[in-house]
């Protein structure tokens, strides 16, 4: 490391000592939810044996939903393998719940890139939400990103079935949703309609603050285990936590009526998803270290982040605005570069499916697309952001950070 290096790192850590001590708390906070949890639901070796065929009495399956459960505070839990992403999850629960004649209503405006033709938003895709006569509905969020609390009303009606919550940011450019936001939005729509099931979209949220939003009133909670809950070590696999009887819903979409939670297959992935969850609040807290540090060192250097180093979290996702595409591009490559995976590969823009604009996705992950991992990426569009999110370790990160930004202002 040269010396520019070691005064970058230097600096740019002095400046953010109050927000690693918070850091601190919250992984250690969190750290003893999972462990308390480990402990009450009695894990022991026996649960991590593999299960083959239909996976009938599945113990290891059992008491891992079992783990969930407990520290999401929920009822019942649905982890599987078979859930191939956090895409997957959340169509499982919109689906599991919703019947022609529904309506789906998402409070927090346009949801994630890749549930577009899941609802069918643009056009009637083939099997999608429309395609099965579930209405749709969104609330767009104000100039300032917010939740427009005065057009509640009028876009709840007795169609309203599920109100769905995007608690991070995905590809949008909007601040993400804390758990007070959250609990918030829950307190009105239950004002209107206390019988609206809320589901929380809970991707790149899980362990970055000390509650969940199934903490405070959430009816059915997603996730995918390649971001925060696998820690990195979970291969595949989602989530989906909350009131039993709606777990149970998704599991009989998920599977098959009347199988519903009894049957599937663990395999070989038991060990590494509970490893993976007793990591996750320490992993997680890497990734947040990561996180603040590449906003502090980017805005040093005069580019726009969001959040900046003083704002409060509640997700892993760091962006940062270039200011034109080609930068974007090449910071993106300088990351994949910095990667211990595929380092000499060079990523380029390109079309991907679920996505309007061409995308670019940096990242030599040992988990293919898992973005727990370093990552960075977006869609090449105006004003030219780049998500950089993840990292098993801080000093991957501020490593990786630090070189790029040297070459971009080479
Ligand atoms: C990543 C993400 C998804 C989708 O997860 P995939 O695993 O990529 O399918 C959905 N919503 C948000 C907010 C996300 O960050």
């Not at 099931?197 to 809970?202: K, L, Q, R």
């Not at 995918?224 to 599991?251: D, F, H, M, Q, R």
């Amino acid at each position: 490391m040269n010396d520019q290096m070691k005064q970058m790192i230097q600096q740019t850590e002095q400046s953010l000592t109050k927000q690693f001590s918070q850091i601190q708390e919250i992984v250690t906070a969190n750290q003893e939810k999972v462990l308390d949890a480990f402990q009450q639901v009695q894990v022991s070796e026996s649960h991590f044996t593999p299960s083959t065929g239909y996976g009938y009495d599945d113990i290891g399956r059992e008491k891992l939903e079992e783990l969930y459960a407990t520290v999401f505070r929920t009822e019942e839990a649905l982890v599987r393998p078979q859930i191939v992403s956090g895409t997957h999850a959340i169509t499982t629960c919109l689906f599991g719940v919703l019947r022609p004649g529904d309506e789906l209503l998402y409070l927090t405006g346009r949801p994630y890139d890749t549930l577009e033709d899941v609802i069918g938003i643009h056009e009637n895709v083939d099997g999608s939400l429309r395609d099965y006569g579930i209405l749709y509905n969104e609330l767009p969020l104000t100039e300032s990103g917010k939740v427009d609390f005065s057009n509640l009303e009028n876009a709840i009606n007795h169609r309203t079935k599920i109100v769905a919550i995007q608690r991070s940011k995905g590809y949008a450019d909007r601040p993400s949703f804390t758990v007070m936001e959250i609990k918030e939005m829950i307190d009105e729509v239950r004002k209107i309609k206390p019988d609206a099931i809320i589901f929380i979209d809970n991707c790149y949220g899980e362990f970055v603050e000390i509650y969940e939003p199934s903490e405070v009133g959430a009816d059915l909670m997603a996730g995918s285990l390649i971001k925060n809950p696998g820690a990195g070590i979970a291969k595949t696999g989602g989530y989906i936590v909350g009131k039993e009887k709606l777990v149970n819903k998704c599991a009989n979409w998920l599977v098959a009526p009347g199988l519903g939670k009894e049957t599937g297959a663990s395999l070989y992935s038991l060990h590494e998803m509970f490893q993976g969850l007793f990591l996750a609040p320490h992993v997680v807290g890497e990734a947040l270290k990561g996180a603040y540090f590449t906003s502090q060192l980017l805005s040093d250097y005069g580019y726009q982040t969001a959040p900046t180093a003083s704002d409060v979290r509640t997700d892993l996702i760091q962006s940062i605005s270039f200011h034109r595409a080609e930068e974007m591009i090449q910071f993106a490559q300088m990351i994949q570069k910095q990667s211990p995976i595929d380092s000499y590969v060079t990523p380029e823009p390109s079309s991907m499916p679920g996505y309007e604009d061409d995308v670019i996705m940096a990242g030599g992950t040992f988990i293919q697309g898992a973005s727990l991992e370093l990552t960075a990426d977006g869609p090449i569009r105006e004003p030219y952001t780049l998500y950089v999110q993840g990292g098993l370790t801080y000093e991957h990160v501020k490593l990786a950070i630090v070189k790029s930004v040297i070459a971009l202002n080479k």
